[in-house]
């Protein structure tokens, strides 16, 4: 969901002197003193933990967000509050469809958004007439919010409301009495569908219909819900969850739920809390250094503040059949989940129904699919079995626990030991790419840094090293075969407590070779996969099934065809699914690397076909290539001459879309010796703002050859200054011009 990007650290009452205060939910604050020192300071944040309603909220793991409303029916992100009600009629809704959806894909709560912006309420609430009772839906008499908790809880799911404090339709906006207005509609909620177990609230804080902006009353809304649903966490403009400071869906790889407090004065709360022009923030969601030691120290106070990421899987917020064919992969999918829940955050994942009042099959299909591989991956811990030991360890927390898949128990170290060192001996050699690590975060996050090594002939090697370990890691490596394996714990705030560890293998994924291509008479595509695997492939663009052609010899492509293919092991359990596509063409055009799914331009032909993108970057028009860069060969049949080449990027730095940092033009004539013709190197700011197309343009003196090579070098991943630095970023190019 759309918000500003600077969200408060806000703690409601006051802290404890020494120790973490202790209350009926748990030791998440402690205030600092201007007497301890910094081996206090960071003992102190050692032993902040989580409430209880914090800690299952972290167990959650995977919840999913409902965008539905007025807005699907306008076909906006956010509407002004003066749409007709009579709009809204859904004709098929099945919030049943919804939860089971969910529950299907591993998530354990949904939330929806009782009322957005535009103030329209998805349910016939007391106080005003824009809402579901003033729509056609069942004549009047629905009630959007009773059918999604009464599904929620037929399938076994927690039920969370997301309930907008700006309200551009409600003409009491900008005024105390809006908050009373608010309060109330806050109780119909909090006791008309049972239990509660998430408030999310946004931050923003926009005009309402009279033109004036409010002054939230954020202690009253709090109050209300700790009276109504004390089990409930206030989530993102709330004390008990924070937002992670980007929508992208991958947080930080060094992630810290122990922060410093903001400051308790109600003026600080109150300027960050959005709320004046010029606010002058307590606490930056965005900043990349939240919880390290340097932080620590200059802080006034403590508190366990985890993180949640939130993205859609698809482009917008609320559904558009525009972007039907826009739905995040598998693939995507499975990153983003490794880059949130695997690392120590909560992923909140928005699925919006359609006009119909459904999750569009598009939507469902990702997500059972990502299900389908997440399971596999980790169904089996290739530890199990493996001999333990420790060089330190208290009795009553060994080197085992942490096989027993139990959450209670964990190893630590004894005395004062800030480092260790956990041995395994499998009974024999094994093949892994993942690892799981979780710290007993009842007793605190505690470890700054760690290592996990193998012994691969002879010698260790460093598969992964890390910080923040928090409730859960998931790790991605390359693929190791071997018998030993260690983890070090190389530094921590306090004795390391680590809960559970292990290691996995990911589902073989088949490779496509070359990764698309146009062709004039045929191309010949050769497919790979791990050994002990078996590849099927289909060309009309269907899933590949285990009664699918089994790969033995080249495939020859004769005419424009999608080719799929998956690797199979001896279970019979799918990888994820590879996708090439392959175009008869007048010029043939091979490409080294493979272009993005959803951004492909109709293919490798795509480069040559005439179409010129737009400043709209899902205009179809755009070849994307995601943290890779391009490597196009173009086979004209004949020779040509030139004196003149240029392609065309798209930036957008916003949707993580950068220039390349260079291009460079090569020939041939026999498409295998390849000479350099020119290069052209971008002079763009990376962070430049706006959304602008440059032409990368080479010039040179006449030359004759038949085979035209453009390799674009991409960034890959977003630069350090961006909020989304580290992750892949898109390299998007257009047509390929020669003159």
Known sequence: MLRKRIFPLILLGALGACSPQKSEQGNNAVSISKHDSEKD?????????????????????????????????????????????????????????????????GMKLLLLTAKHHDGFCLWPSKYTDHSVASSPYKGGKGDIVKEVAEACKAEGL?????????????????????????????????????????????????????????????????????????????????????????????????????????????????????????????FNATDQDLGSRAKLLKAGGLVWYPSEVDVSIRPGW??????????????????????????NSLLLLNLPPDKRGLIHENDVATLLETRRILEGTFKNNLLSGAEISADNATADNPAKTVLDSDKLSYWTTDGEATTGTLNFVLPKPKTFDRALLQEAIREGQRVESFVIEAKVEGDWKTLFEGTTIGYKRLLRFEKTTAQEVRLRITGARLNPAISEFGLYKSPAKAVIEPAGATFKTSVKVNLSSDPGTVVRYTTNGSEPTKESPLYENPVEIKETSVLKAASFDASGFRGTVSEASFAKAPFAVTLKYPHHEKYSAGGPSGLIDGLRGSLNHGDGKWQSYEGTDMDAVIDFGKKKSATSLSTSYIQNQKAWIFAPKSVRYLYSNDGKNFKELAVAKSDIDPMKEGSFIKEFAVKFPKKTFRYLKVVAESLKTCPENHHGAGRNCHMMVDEVVMK
């Not at 999913?64 to 007025?70: A, C, Q, S, V």
């Not at 509609?185 to 033109?211: H, K, M, S």
């Not at 064919?325 to 598998?330: D, E, G, L, M, W």
């Open 41 to 105: 300071i960071i003992r102190k944040a050692a032993q902040v933990t989580p409430s209880e309603r914090q800690l299952r909220w972290q167990e959650y793991e995977f919840t999913g967000f409902l965008h539905f409303g007025i807005n699907t029916f306008t076909d906006r992100e956010w509407g002004h509050g003066d749409e007709d009600p009579k709009l809204f009629n859904p004709t098929e809704l099945d919030a049943r469809q919804w939860a089971r959806t969910a529950k299907q894909a």
């Open 158 to 282: 927690d039920f969370g409301v997301y309930l907008s404090p700006w309200d551009m339709h409600e003409q009491s906006y900008g005024t105390d009495a809006y908050n009373e207005h608010f309060k109330k509609q806050l109780r119909e909620l909090l006791t008309n569908y049972g239990d509660i177990a998430e408030v999310w609230f946004d931050g923003a804080c926009g005009e309402g219909p009279n033109g004036k902006r409010q002054v939230y009353d954020w202690e009253g809304y709090y109050s209300v819900i700790r009276e109504l649903q004390p089990e409930a966490v206030i989530a993102v403009m709330g004390p008990d969850v924070r937002w992670v400071g980007t929508e992208s869906g991958y947080g930080r790889d060094t992630e810290w739920s122990v922060l410093p407090s903001a400051a308790h004065d109600k003026l600080q709360i109150a300027e960050a809390s959005q709320q004046n022009d010029g606010d002058a923030p307590v």
């Open 318 to 343: 609320f559904y558009h059949k525009s972007q039907d064919s826009q739905v995040k992969t598998p693939e995507k999918m499975l990153d983003i989940y490794y880059s949130s829940v695997g690392k």
